[in-house]
């Protein structure tokens, strides 16, 4: 359950990082949409780590190596 939070989150993260691209190339309005883009990508991109991390902790996530 949790790996699927985090893919969605991902997949948020990019979305986000290219409405903020679309609107830095785009927009000719004065708003401050690629700002926002940006807040909205780097909160979620902490919210990802805070859940990897938490994942970690609480043993849902395992690290491999792949060795």
Do not use: H
Request: overall charge positive; aromatic content about 14%.
């Amino acid at each position: 359950m949790l790996k699927a939070i985090i893919v969605v989150l991902l997949v948020a993260v990019l979305a986000s990082l290219f409405s903020g691209l679309f609107f830095l190339v785009k927009d000719e309005s004065r708003r401050s949409r690629v700002v926002t883009a940006l807040f909205i990508r780097v909160t979620l991109t902490a919210v990802i780590v805070i859940l990897i991390g938490w994942g970690f902790y609480s043993g849902e996530l395992k690290p491999s190596f792949g060795f």
